[in-house]
Nanobody, 123 residues
Framework: QVQLVESGGGSLQAGGSLTLSCAASAYIASNCFMGWFRQPPGKEREGVAAIDSDGVTSYADSVKGRFTISKDNAKNTLYLHMNSLKPEDTAVYYC?????????????????WGQGTQVAVSS
């Protein structure tokens, strides 16, 4: 059973904007902490942004002021709004969720992961 489905990735030039979406099952959307992670080419997966059940958000230093995480509870969808994109933002972006908690500083293990969506930023 597919629980998290990302969409919205693509290729664009530096300075552009992109919004990623993560459609979640109703259970996950109602019961889990959620967040975004990314894995740049040849590098390890890293945390990008997280949101808790109260809507409190946290971000990796590398994306603060440029990325915004949000959640639409009516649509069971998590978003990542990315502005002022840089070539170093190139990565596969993953949506993740867990009932116990989720932190930008940790890549898990978490109970639920999406399949990933590719973002490529050219200079």
């Amino acid at each position: 059973q597919v629980q998290l489905v990302e969409s919205g990735g693509g290729s664009l030039q530096a300075g552009g904007s992109l919004t990623l979406s993560c459609a979640a099952s109703a259970y996950i959307a109602s019961n889990c902490f959620m967040g975004w992670f990314r894995q740049p080419p040849g590098k390890e997966r890293e945390g990008v942004a997280a949101i808790d059940s109260d809507g409190v958000t946290s971000y990796a230093d590398s994306v603060k002021g440029r990325f915004t995480i949000s959640k639409d509870n009516a649509k069971n969808t998590l978003y990542l709004h990315m502005n002022s994109l840089k070539p170093e933002d190139t990565a596969v972006y993953y949506c993740a969720a867990d009932e116990r908690g989720l932190w930008v500083g940790s890549v898990g293990p978490y109970n639920y992961w999406g399949q990933g969506t590719q973002v490529a930023v050219s200079s």
